[in-house]
């Protein structure tokens, strides 16, 4: 496992030597620091095992649903609509109206 440092740890003491207790130190913390991690990712797994065994899906909801999806393909069909328009009346971005339609189009 890679660990990156934010910040260079100086080791060495004030003639310049370098001193081999805070070498220790250093990768006794950089050890636990692994062993946390470690810890971390085991229980995150745990938690998205549990949810999904409950049914549940991970991820962002949907913005529209499927009526809606519906009602902005019949506003985009119409030339008089602008997409600025569509999606300040219906309150998404552009990539996501341009995302249902692709949608619309693949089915």
């Known amino acids: 496992m890679l660990v ?8 060495r003491n004030y003639t310049g030597e370098r001193l081999r207790g805070d070498k220790l130190v250093f990768h006794v913390f950089a050890a636990l620091a692994e062993f ?6 085991a229980r995150t797994r745990a938690g998205l095992d549990a949810a999904r065994a409950r049914g549940q899906k991970g991820g962002r909801r949907r913005k529209l649903d499927e009526k809606k999806k519906w009602h902005a393909v019949m506003l985009h069909s119409d030339p008089t609509n602008s997409v600025e328009d569509i999606c300040r009346t219906l309150g998404i971005s552009k990539a996501t109206l341009y995302r249902y339609l692709a949608e619309q189009k693949s089915r």
């Open 4 to 11: 990156l440092l934010a910040e260079r740890a100086d080791t």
């Open 36 to 41: 946390e991690r470690d810890l971390i990712r």
